[in-house]
């Protein structure tokens, strides 16, 4: 069983079922794994709706094991299915990035906003002529915003070095072989998941009875 503990929980339930479908792992076979009907594994696929936490472990164990049987199988793929497989994943990530790309430029413009709203803030309430126990509650209040703005700025750095490891990977002239390899360790640390170098137990987490296969369809 792949260990799945340290998966990253914040990256987006889209994205997830994305990263194994650019795996060429099926709809139905999700459907199956989680034991739920194949317009729910649709529904978490665009993000109209949000993974259940009971499902995600076995989502990223199912990755986990996809990511180790592909770097097996890669040494005996022709150039044709791991130009595929490559493209697949670069169109995956490229797609991410850009959405992540677009959330930084909003969020930085956000942070630049409420950096000026909270000084504003700050000056007015010192200028007033509020109580004492008012004042020490409206600093407080500020005080916790400006430490969960300082924590996005984290984040938001945090999101510019990945979208500079990530361009050199894409903009790599390496061939299929090569560069195949570099994206699933890139996918892998995206999702907090570690490939194995022995194929894994297909032993997923919290999956009840499989459904037939006629009810998938």
Avoid at 38 to 57: D, E, L
Avoid at 127 to 144: G, K, M, N, Y
Avoid at 171 to 182: G, I, K
Avoid at 183 to 209: H, M, N, S, V
Wanted: charged content about 25%; some cysteine.
């Amino acid at each position: 069983m792949v260990d799945t503990r340290n998966a990253r929980p914040t990256e987006g339930d889209s994205n997830l079922i994305r990263a194994l479908q650019a795996l060429d792992v099926r709809l139905e076979h999700l459907a199956n794994v989680c034991d739920v009907a194949r317009v729910q594994i649709s529904h978490w696929a665009t993000g109209f709706r949000p993974i259940p936490a009971k499902y995600r472990p076995t989502l990223l164990a199912v990755l986990a094991d996809t990511i180790t049987e592909t770097f097996h199988a890669l040494p005996q793929m022709d150039e044709e299915a791991a130009s595929r497989l490559c493209a697949q994943l670069k169109q995956m990530l490229y797609d991410r990035d850009t959405t992540v790309t677009h959330d930084v430029v909003a969020l930085s413009r956000n942070l630049r906003a409420s950096r000026a709203a909270l000084s504003k803030m700050l000056t007015a309430t010192n200028a007033s002529v509020a109580t004492p126990e008012v004042l020490i509650q409206l600093r407080s209040a500020l005080d916790d915003a400006i430490s969960v703005l300082h924590e996005l700025e984290e984040a938001r750095r945090a999101a510019l070095v990945e979208n500079r490891a990530l361009h050199e990977i894409l903009s790599a002239e390496d061939p299929p072989h090569a560069l195949v390899p570099r994206l699933l360790r890139f996918l892998a640390q995206l999702f907090g998941i570690e490939p194995k170098k022995t194929k894994a137990k297909k032993d997923y987490p919290g999956t009840g009875a499989h459904r037939a296969t006629k009810a998938l369809a």
